[in-house]
């Protein structure tokens, strides 16, 4: 006998489990499949574009494929009488052109240690300043004036 019995002589009704009004759905039912998804889509959406650009880098899409130029290159380059931009960019190279002046300036870098900086008039095409600096010694040779062959040849 419960206590309610003893104290009031009745048995409580006992309370039915009604649906009305509570209908399950997908929603309700899957809270946690959605928030997870929820979060998913949000780290995915941050993620994925700084991903693609790590992996565009990493593979190789944005590498120049132009060929490096070499030492033997230069020498080439240097005894001809005129030096043509095209000559220059057709390896591997920074090149950049201002706006509102007349020339570009272009960078080769030639392996172990040397740089090769011109700069060429973008009317005409016409190299009118090249030097090489070599990163070790510091010295710096006017390719389209100097002996670059006999510098070499040291």
Do not use: H
């Not at 010694?137 to 100097?146: A, C, H, M, P």
């Amino acid at each position: 006998m419960s206590n309610w019995e003893k104290r009031y002589g009745v048995k409580p009704a006992k309370e039915e489990k009604t649906t009305k009004g509570k209908t399950e759905t997908f929603f309700s039912r899957n809270v946690r499949l959605i928030t997870f998804l929820i979060t998913l889509g949000v780290f995915l959406a941050a993620f994925l574009p700084i991903a693609y650009l790590e992996a565009r880098e990493y593979f190789g899409q944005d590498a120049d494929t132009r060929p490096k130029m070499t030492t033997y290159d230069l020498i080439i380059l240097s005894e001809q009488p005129e030096i043509k931009m095209s000559q220059l960019t057709k390896f591997a190279c920074e090149e950049s052109r201002q706006e509102g002046q007349n020339f570009s300036l272009i960078q080769l870098y030639i392996e172990p240690n040397y740089i090769v900086m011109a700069s060429a008039d973008t009317a005409t095409g016409m190299v009118v300043y090249c030097k090489m600096l070599n990163n070790e010694t510091n010295e710096e040779i006017d390719v389209l004036e100097d002996d670059v062959r006999a510098y070499f040849g040291n």
